[in-house]
Nanobody, 124 residues
Framework: QVQLVESGGGLVQAGGSLRVSCAASGRTFGSSAMGWFRQAPGREREFVAAISWSGGRIYYADSVKGRFTISRDNAKNTVYLQMNSLRSEDTAVYYC?????????????????WGQGTQVTVSS
């Protein structure tokens, strides 16, 4: 089992920055690929970014490429999502997810464990 707890969400103006974090506990964090997804009201949960266990393989959704950066600190069992140049369309609940494989995926079904989510609201 892996327990995931997100933090760092909040309200930010358009063009601003925010960093959300995900603290993991349970089975070996360092062997798990990690991902960030988001869900806006009335929409499906969508992929944002993912990172391999080593940090050597990273994927981004086209909508956030160049603005968001995913990273991880295996010593702290934590994964981060740095969000810059935020837009109103980035408003959503952001979820952290862990995969029982070291390579990242971009689909929801590829992840086995989920956090409770953290709200990010971008005001225009």
């Amino acid at each position: 089992q892996v327990q995931l707890v997100e933090s760092g969400g909040g309200l930010v103006q358009a063009g601003g920055s925010l960093r959300v974090s995900c603290a993991a506990s349970g089975r070996t964090f360092g062997s798990s690929a990690m991902g960030w997804f988001r869900q806006a009201p009335g929409r499906e949960r969508e992929f944002v970014a993912a990172i391999s266990w080593s940090g050597g393989r990273i994927y981004y959704a086209d909508s956030v490429k160049g603005r968001f950066t995913i990273s991880r600190d295996n010593a702290k069992n934590t994964v981060y999502l740095q969000m810059n140049s935020l837009r109103s369309e980035d408003t959503a609940v952001y979820y952290c997810a862990a995969r029982s494989l070291p390579v990242p995926g971009t689909e929801k079904y590829e992840y086995d464990y989920w956090g409770q989510g953290t709200q990010v609201t971008v005001s225009s």
